[in-house]
């Protein structure tokens, strides 16, 4: 089983910054993706930003330019910094994590509880 932990959210100003972090945890053999998520009220879950393991990177085109993603490949950690935050960007963020635990396993994808943005004045 594999745990991941969101942490940094909380209430922001508009064009502020805001830094969220993610860590998985237990048992990784290969950590293929790990990624960031948001739901609005009323909304669908949408991809914020990704990285894969050889560091390639994918954001939602509403954060292209304001978000960047990183990773700590030996800590199994994600960091989202998020600059010029709106108030569109209020959500929840949550955390994925895609893994396997040996090699003869396929990858399953798992899920933080998430942690709550906002973005207000």
């Known amino acids: 089983q594999v745990e991941v932990v969101e942490t940094g959210g909380g209430l922001v100003q508009p064009g502020g910054s805001l830094k969220l972090s993610c860590t998985a945890s237990?048992?990784?053999?290969?950590?293929?993706?790990m990624g960031w998520y948001r739901q609005a009220p009323g909304k669908q879950r949408e991809l914020v930003a990704a990285?894969?393991?050889?560091?390639?990177?994918d954001y939602g085109d509403s954060v292209k330019g304001r978000f960047s993603i990183s990773r700590d490949n030996a800590e199994n950690t994600v960091n989202l910094q998020m600059n010029s935050l709106k108030p569109e960007d209020t959500a929840v963020y949550y955390c994925?994590?895609?893994?396997?635990?040996?090699?003869?396993?396929?990858?399953?994808?798992?899920w933080g509880q998430g942690t709550q943005v906002t973005v207000s004045s």
């Open positions: 994925k994590c895609r893994s396997a635990d040996s090699l003869a396993n396929p990858y399953e994808d798992y």
């Open positions: 237990g048992n990784i053999f290969s950590l293929y993706a």
């Open positions: 990285i894969r393991s050889g560091g390639w990177r």
